[in-house]
């Protein structure tokens, strides 16, 4: 069966830091990778989505950036944190069709202080 | 602009009866339609999904309606139950999107004893 793992499950970061999310699928080949962002009181943001190593595409101009080293790795990044990129973010898979159901990780909480 | 929308942040529903969640949506491209319950500090989990060809798909006690024609679509549980507490999400998405999932707010559905 197919497994997500994403870590850290909470993280607190001074402004200016770098930030460095991981996820890994277990048990397929191939997904579709997305990291979507859950601010306070919203809903679920997404911010990029990947259909094979090396293929990154940004729904949302900001602050962070994503890479797909491997197929089953995608992680997401920034040079210098702003206060606006606490919340919680979550890495997802899906099968590389339509009308498929992303699954989700159990996400990261970003404090950025 | 919202492209989803749930117009109720919160839902009380005694144990045994129907919970009812609604969901609107502005994009007629949107071809596939989804439900996700979500703990806190958790990442959401897929419950049912519905393509628009059909107006209803039933999976045990969850039950998604989709009237096309209105823009709409809902969730039924029944019998609620307590362990059915939760964030419920809508989601869309649209053929060709890469299965990028568009998100509402949420409903927070809270089953009393």
């Known amino acids: 069966s197919q497994t997500i793992h994403q870590w850290p499950a909470t993280l607190v970061q001074p402004v200016g830091s770098p930030l460095s999310l991981e996820c890994t699928v277990e048990?397929?080949?191939?997904?579709?990778l997305y990291w979507y962002r859950q601010a306070a009181g919203r809903g679920l943001q997404l911010l990029f989505y990947?259909?094979?190593?090396?293929?990154i595409s940004s729904e949302v101009p900001q602050n962070l950036s994503a890479s797909r080293p491997q197929d089953r790795q995608f992680i997401l990044s920034s040079k210098k944190l702003l206060l606006s990129d606490s919340g919680f973010y979550l890495c997802?898979?899906?099968?590389?069709?339509?009308?498929?159901?992303?699954?989700f990780g159990n996400g990261t909480r970003l404090t950025v202080t | 602009d919202q492209q989803v929308k749930q117009n109720s942040p919160s839902l009380s529903v005694q144990e045994g009866r129907i919970s009812i969640l609604n969901c609107d949506y502005t994009?007629?491209?949107?071809?596939?339609f989804l439900w996700y319950k979500k703990y806190p500090a958790e990442g959401p989990t897929f419950l049912i999904s519905?393509?628009?060809?059909?107006d209803k798909n039933e999976d045990g006690r969850f039950t998604v309606f989709l009237n096309k024609s209105a823009k709409h679509l809902s969730l039924h549980i029944v019998p609620s139950q307590p362990g059915d507490s939760a964030v419920y999400f809508c989601?869309?998405?649209?053929?060709?999107?890469?299965?990028?999932?568009?998100f509402g707010k949420g409903t927070k559905l809270s089953v009393k004893p």
């Open positions: 997802a898979w899906s099968v590389d069709s339509n009308n498929s159901p992303l699954h």
């Open positions: 048990g397929t080949s191939n997904p579709n």
């Open positions: 994009n007629s491209m949107f071809d596939y």
């Open positions: 519905i393509s628009s060809i059909k």
């Open positions: 990947s259909v094979g190593i090396g293929q």
């Open positions: 989601a869309a998405s649209a053929t060709g999107s890469q299965g990028n999932l568009i």
